[in-house]
């Protein structure tokens, strides 16, 4: 058997956007570490699929829908696994959306889009888990999504870099005033994982550059040092790492885990 991360059995862990991608390979890691799943998304059919195959590692799920972009949705969906898993102790704001844009096109209603996912979707979600852990009285853990381009804005990604910038600004601040009560804040930062996402940014870089399909995803995973595109399992060893007792003393901090791309 292999070596656990340090425990995770029995505990209940809330994932935002785990329908499918990043999120889901979360999912599945972590009920296979015995830990119980909150799945929420914006797509029941999607949902009760990863909830299946979550429940076949032999551990409880439940699905919720809720617009992370909205502060009280976040508290229901919290509420909801706390009461229909019997506890909370990890918190996985994953959800996200991208936007391949030149600045020089970007429109107000597009900013407020992803800002309002990216940036507030993360902030309501720590909010909201801080105050259930505090509710609780106990320890918690708090794990964001971040990105290579949190650490490096890239371009035609320039806003999509400044929400996950934003993210890493959170995720120190947040760890620096939720320590007094044991609550750590940290974020992963993926490189490049063959996703639908992933799908998106390279459909949109060939209308705007003129970039046959696949090609601006080839160029990117041919600057990986490791040599290959990242899995959502790469994602979510690290993920499960950071819920773990084994991290925790680690706090404030966004991780790359992207093959060899951004270097800090």
Known sequence: ???MPRGL?????????????IGRGIAL?????????????LHQEKLNTVQQEVEAFGVKATTFIADISDPIQISDA????????NG??????NAGIA????????????FNQIMNINVGGVLWGIQAAANKFKQ???????INACSIAGHEGFALLGVYSATKFAVRALTQAAAKEYASVEITVNSYCPGVVGTDMWVEIDQRFSEITGAPIGQTYKKYVDGIALGRAETPDDVAALVAFLASEDANYITGQ?????GGMVYR
Request: aromatic share 2%; glycine share 8%; charged share 20%.
């Open 254 to 258: 966004s991780i790359l885990t992207d």
């Open 1 to 3: 058997s292999r070596n």
């Open 99 to 110: 936007q391949v844009k030149a600045l020089a096109e970007v429109t107000p209603s597009e």
């Open 29 to 41: 890691r972590l009920a296979q570490e015995g830990v119980h799943i909150g799945l929420v998304d």
């Open 9 to 21: 059995n029995n505990k209940v862990a809330l994932i935002t956007g785990a329908a499918q991608g």
């Open 136 to 142: 609780r009285q106990q320890a918690g853990k708090i």
């Open 88 to 93: 909370f102790d990890i918190m996985i704001n």
């Open 78 to 85: 919290i509420n909801h696994a706390e009461s229909t898993l």
